[in-house]
């Protein structure tokens, strides 16, 4: 029997292990020629069941005699796979730490004036306190706007589909269990209910009103589905199968998950979910594109920084982020240039959080998180989607970045970009109004064709100094296509003795100023970064053209190299103007401080890139077959692609610390 003092010592030891090593399971992606009858018949040659398609020639297999984790890839049954002429590349999925953005907080009733018959009705304070500061919902549905005929998903670990408040608009067709490989999407119960998350979303954006039960939903008329993803290992397949679910039914799909918002962390989607986000913008809904909203994190207490989150500070995706019923920033908020917009949800302790649905028919008054605000952004969006069925996903985004309201929103950095618009790390353009997005969807004009370019700098290894800054400067003379922007990514190389000690910004020829990355006190990796998509959404609508200046700060005690970088445009070629355009407050832009380090003028490489051809050119961040056989070979110190490599001093050191501990308590004195 093992000591009591031993528990503690092991306990540790078993979570710095599991931290440090990656999990392997016994699921593969296959691409395979020849339709799904091949598929299958490749699966039972060898093995596997066949669990289904993920796209087109991609399809998802368990090995029936592998275990469900391993440290270790199981290399003897990847070669027999690909070793088949049928089967054109294979990948074992790697485990994917991917977590809820909830919170555990809890607080009494509000009181609010009752209006309709819902329970708890009195106590959505974000839907009903009028006066600039809720989100305007109850103005669109004056006009007759409830989201009918649109269907949302929530990508989460599952939906209670009988639950009194939602079996109404409960849609089949929109759910499926990815953990279970089945139909039914209803959430595995427990003693500690850890499984509520999904059925919490979806309430927030369907909940049936007027029927006497807990709450109402922002697109009450709207059709809500589950897909049971979590509540499992989440692979690349998992989250792709996930993505790409009935894109021709589903309208908007909800996530409120993300890697782990600790500080340290910096991840994305691989190379599968690349793919089913860039099939859902180019051919989800009939070609105007799936509308995909993300909360943004919760890593604030942390000093988390959500551009280094992959499907956050994705141009694919609408990041959501958090206000409080005062309008501040909550605690667990995390500030970055991609952020799109805001709606309210939980504060500190003492302060309001959100009413919806829960498991077992019960009703709540206390979700909470930037998991909570996403699902209210996607019932906005619904609302938006039916006044106008035409919408583009880029549509959605323009339509939100024009209406949202920064007029009640307290931040310290709020400014005015160069073309008149008020934005925010913190709240992005400000907290979403339903009724203004709804009306201006009534009269939206389809946005211009989307380009792209990208503008190199010479290859270059450019010291940073410790406690100093590296500035470089690059002019864009022109930018085939793109005169006015949306979103910016500055895709950066470096290595870093501390990654956390780093702080990078871009700066804009109009003079607007982009936090890409800031310090995270918890981010001790020595891995660097290698072509990870810094994006910022702050310069939305001004022109390219002129000089950018990129600046990266070393607070750290060491020398780091900058190895490369670059700057993706994407935007178009003409404006879209409205006259009418809601006024907004404007704010003095903040200036910029005197830099006297080494300033460095570029005039940098166009790359035009064709965004109507070959969509996998295009993409972000790929994470390329990951199995020992065919990875690509990275540099020891950097991230590669959307996966942070292995850190072996940090896991040694904390091994060893353990080990130190053992040996000490095992000690007796004489």
Request: glycine content about 8%; hydrophobic content about 35%.
């Amino acid at each position: 029997m093992i000591a009591e003092k031993w528990i503690l010592p092991l306990a540790l030891l078993l979570i710095t292990i599991q931290g440090c090593v990656r999990a392997y399971s016994s699921q593969w992606a296959a691409h395979i020629d020849g339709g799904v009858e091949v598929a299958k018949q490749v699966a039972e040659d060898h093995g596997f069941q066949y669990l289904g398609k993920i796209f087109d020639n991609c399809y998802h297999f368990e090995h029936r005699s592998v275990v469900k984790r391993s440290t270790q890839p199981h290399l003897g049954v990847h070669r027999r796979l690909i070793k088949d002429k049928r089967v054109r590349r294979a990948e074992q999925q790697r485990i994917k730490t991917r977590l809820k953005r909830d919170l555990i907080n809890k607080r009494g009733p509000a009181n609010v004036q009752t209006i309709l018959n819902d329970d708890r009705w009195p106590q959505m304070w974000y839907l009903n306190r009028g006066h600039g500061l809720d989100m305007n919902v109850q103005g669109a549905w004056a006009e007759g706007i409830t989201g009918r005929g649109v269907v949302v998903t929530i990508l989460d670990d599952g939906l209670e589909k009988d639950h009194p408040d939602l079996y109404r608009n409960y849609d089949p067709q929109a759910s499926y269990d990815v953990n279970a490989h089945d139909d039914d999407p209803m959430p595995r119960y427990d003693l500690v209910d850890s499984n509520r998350h999904g059925t919490r979303c979806a309430g927030e954006v369907a909940a049936t009103a007027n029927n006497s039960i807990c709450a109402v939903g922002v697109a009450y008329g709207a059709g809500v589905g589950g897909v049971r993803m979590l509540d499992g290992d989440v692979t690349d397949a998992v989250e792709a199968r996930s993505l790409s679910l009935n894109s021709q039914h589903i309208d908007i799909y909800s996530a409120s998950w993300g890697p782990d918002d600790d500080g340290k962390t910096v991840d994305g989607p691989g190379e599968l979910a690349t793919r089913a986000f860039i099939e859902g913008i180019t051919k989800g809904r009939s070609g105007k594109g799936s509308i995909f909203v993300w909360a943004s994190g919760n890593g604030g207490r942390d000093h988390d920084n959500c551009n280094c989150d992959g499907y956050t500070n994705s141009i694919w995706t609408l990041s959501i982020s958090s206000a409080t019923e005062n309008g501040l920033v909550p605690w667990y908020s995390e500030a970055c240039s991609s952020t799109l917009a805001t709606t309210y949800s939980s504060g500190s302790t003492g302060e309001k959080q959100v009413v919806t649905t829960d498991l077992h028919h019960h009703c709540t008054s206390s979700h909470t998180g930037t998991s909570a605000s996403a699902p209210l952004a996607a019932g906005i969006c619904a609302l938006a989607l039916e006044a106008n069925r035409e919408l583009t996903w880029r549509d959605m985004q323009h339509i939100v970045v024009r209406t949202a309201k920064p007029a009640n929103l307290k931040a310290p950095d709020w400014v005015t970009n160069g073309v008149g618009r008020n934005v925010s790390h913190s709240f992005g353009y400000g907290l979403m109004d339903a009724t203004a997005m709804v009306r201006l969807a009534k009269k939206w004009r389809t946005v211009p064709e989307q380009h792209k370019c990208e503008v190199s700098a010479p290859h270059m290894n450019r010291q940073i100094p410790s406690r100093s800054q590296l500035v470089l400067e690059l002019h864009v003379k022109e930018c085939s296509g793109v005169n006015f922007l949306e979103h910016v990514q500055a895709k950066i190389s470096l290595m870093a003795s501390r990654r956390g000690d780093l702080e990078i910004t871009l700066t804009s020829p109009q003079g607007t100023k982009s936090t890409l990355l800031a310090k995270r006190l918890q981010d001790i990796s020595k891995a660097g970064f290698n072509q990870w998509p810094f994006m910022s959404v702050h310069t939305w609508g001004e022109r390219p053209h002129g000089t950018w200046k990129l600046e990266i700060h070393n607070e750290g005690r060491y020398l780091d190299t900058l190895d490369e970088w670059k700057l993706v445009f994407y935007g178009t070629e003409t404006s879209i103007e409205f006259d009418d355009e809601l006024d907004k407050d404007k704010l003095s832009p903040a200036g910029s401080p005197d830099v006297n380090q080494e300033n460095l003028a570029i005039e940098g490489r166009q790359n035009i890139v064709d965004t109507e051809g070959d969509p996998w050119t295009g993409r972000q961040q790929v994470d390329l077959i990951s199995h020992p056989e065919v990875e690509k070979p990275t540099t020891e110190n950097q991230t590669s692609g959307s996966c942070r490599s292995f850190d072996s001093h940090g896991c040694l050191g904390g091994c060893l610390l353990i080990l130190l501990l053992l040996q000490t308590l095992t000690w007796q004195p004489r």
